[in-house]
Nanobody, 122 residues
Framework: QVHLVESGGGLVQAGGSLRLSCAAS????????MGWFRQAPGEEREFVAA????????GYSDSVKGRFTISRDDGKNTVYLQMNSLKPEDTAVYYC???????????????WGQGTQVTVSS
């Protein structure tokens, strides 16, 4: 069992930056691939970024590539999402997720945090 807690969301103007954190507890964090997903009102949850164990594989959705950076610190049991050049369409609840297998697919992840709200004003 892995328990995930996101933080760092908030309200920011377009063009601004935020850094989300996801702290994990439970089983060895380094054994898990980690993903960030987001869900806007009335929309399905969608993939944002993912990072494999030891950061060997990193992937991004086309909509955030070049603006967002995912990273992990296994010593701190934490995964980060640095979000730059934010746009109003990035507004959503952001979730981190963990699984033993790297994936960009929502339903492949077994463990989820409660989410953190990101709102980008125009």
């Amino acid at each position: 069992q892995v328990h995930l807690v996101e933080s760092g969301g908030g309200l920011v103007q377009a063009g601004g930056s935020l850094r989300l954190s996801c702290a994990a507890s439970g089983r060895a964090f380094s054994n898990y691939a980690m993903g960030w997903f987001r869900q806007a009102p009335g929309e399905e949850r969608e993939f944002v970024a993912a990072i494999s164990q030891s950061a060997i594989i990193i992937g991004y959705s086309d909509s955030v590539k070049g603006r967002f950076t995912i990273s992990r610190d296994d010593g701190k049991n934490t995964v980060y999402l640095q979000m730059n050049s934010l746009k109003p369409e990035d507004t959503a609840v952001y979730y981190c997720a963990a699984d033993e297998t790297y994936s960009k697919i929502v339903h492949r992840y077994d463990y989820w945090g409660q989410g953190t709200q990101v709102t980008v004003s125009s």
